[in-house]
């Protein structure tokens, strides 16, 4: 019996343009960033009636979500409910899923943390296992915190459709843990605002359908 995890990063952020560490800071989803969000939503309903009419090899329960769980930031859990509403679901904050906090870089723009901290900062993007943000959380304990809430939630799901409402910081350790990259090399992998992600587990067994998808107009 084949469990599927829709894996979802929240939407654009008010002042996004800006690049910044938002970290465990409760900024809201900018207008632009819901609709990206509904986009997501529409295409998973989409393609959860398509599989269902197609009919699986190894088919899961029912043509809706089982649930749906999120960060307890704002930004995570505004998506969260845009993603849960067609589904009849209310989602699950779990504040395990939080972003990571960045100690003091928390709410700067890269060019200050580059000016302000040039070393420290050259030495985070080099090897982000190693080294941490400034009176932040190391990516070890992160991983911690997120794999702990993740594998909890996928065995609760077993033979279902369920979905993750995160962050770009905590949906890379969830991918780097199931594609087996190691933790230095975080960065390589993409997630961009209201990415989906879509990771079948068979048996137990992780495949990864689908990294970074966006959904377009």
Known sequence: MVT????IRH??????????????LD???SEKGMKQVERVSEHILK??????????TMPVTGS????VYSSDLSRALKSAEIIAKPHSQVPIAVPSLSERNFGLWEGMSFE???????EEFKAWVGNPLEFSPVKGESTLEVR????????????AHTGERVAIVAHGGVNRIILCHILGIPLENIFRVEQDFAALNIIEFWD??????LMNGTIQD
């Open 112 to 118: 200050e943390i580059k000016e302000k901290y040039p």
């Open 27 to 29: 900024v809201p989803l």
């Open 204 to 209: 137990g067994y992780p495949v990864v359908k």
């Open 4 to 7: 599927t995890l829709y894996l």
């Open 144 to 155: 911690d915190r997120v794999m702990d809430a993740f594998e909890r939630i996928v065995q």
């Open 47 to 56: 393609l959860m009636i398509t599989i269902q009419k197609e009919g699986d």
């Open 64 to 67: 809706k979500l089982a649930a």
């Open 11 to 24: 939407g654009e952020t008010e002042g996004a343009e800006i690049r910044k560490y938002k970290g465990t």
